[in-house]
């Protein structure tokens, strides 16, 4: 089956520092989604992206983070100013032609991001 | 905006037995997932319901949205190892988003 891929699986970094986390959704989805888990608690939604622009975001995605989608293949998350509640698992998602009516919603497995 | 309420918060169950896990909704659901999530993985689509009363099965799982669409069941037939995990739903909003439940974590004893 078609998987969501991201990179790096692990991310430490200091406070204050930017970071990019990176997504290759699967190739003929269109619709392509940001969410995050803190430790402990619920999946979280942060952002969704269609048509080469932000669709929904949530009250958690401000001014510090930005989507984009460089080429044909890649989905990016930037924090560019980490702080330390940043800290959780970040991960991609996307469906296909139809956004989420009748679709799955495909998941990566993951980015675990540690600001220190 | 929409809560998902699952029970319970955890589970353990002895191997071959069956069981069942519950999600409830503030309001009524235009979708229902369910997915399963192991340690240092991602979310595992299983299922998908959008009709009142629809019922749906995966091998020994299977997943029910009542007729009122507020409230959804995970019922898994005969329990593996394999089935450990953390299962979660999620719930269609308007806007082009899922809200998750907090999650069930289930465990298998061999």
């Known amino acids: 089956e078609p998987e969501v891929t991201q990179t790096p699986s692990h991310q430490v970094t200091q406070m204050g520092q930017e970071v990019i986390l990176r997504c290759v959704p699967i190739?003929?989805?269109?619709?392509f989604y940001w969410y995050r888990q803190i430790l402990g608690q619920k999946v979280e939604f942060l952002v969704s992206?269609?048509?080469?622009?932000?669709?929904?975001k949530s009250e958690i995605f401000d001014d510090q983070f930005s989507v984009e989608r460089p080429d044909g293949s890649n989905f990016t998350l930037k924090i560019r100013s980490t702080k330390l509640e940043d800290s959780a698992m970040y991960f991609c998602?996307?469906?296909?032609?139809?956004?989420?009516?009748?679709?799955?919603?495909?998941f990566g497995s993951g980015t675990q991001l540690s600001v220190l | 905006s929409q809560e998902l309420e699952q029970s319970p918060q955890s589970l353990i169950v002895q191997e071959g037995k069956n069981l069942t896990i519950n999600c409830t909704s503030s309001?009524?659901?235009?979708?229902l997932y369910w997915y399963k999530q192991k340690y240092g993985e991602g979310l595992i689509f299983l299922m998908m319901?959008?009709?009142?009363?629809e019922e749906k099965s995966h091998e020994k799982i299977t997943a029910k949205l009542d007729e009122k669409k507020q409230q959804s069941s995970l019922h898994i037939t005969a329990s593996q190892p394999s089935h450990a995990g953390i299962y979660l739903c999620?719930?269609?909003?308007?806007?082009?988003?899922?809200?998750f439940g907090g999650g069930t974590r289930l465990m298998v004893k061999p």
């Open positions: 999620g719930a269609e909003n308007a806007g082009n988003m899922l809200t």
């Open positions: 309001k009524t659901l235009y979708g």
């Open positions: 998602a996307s469906s296909g032609p139809w956004g989420r009516t009748n679709e799955k919603l495909f």
């Open positions: 190739s003929n989805h269109l619709y």
């Open positions: 319901l959008q009709k009142g009363g």
């Open positions: 992206f269609y048509n080469n622009e932000i669709s929904e």
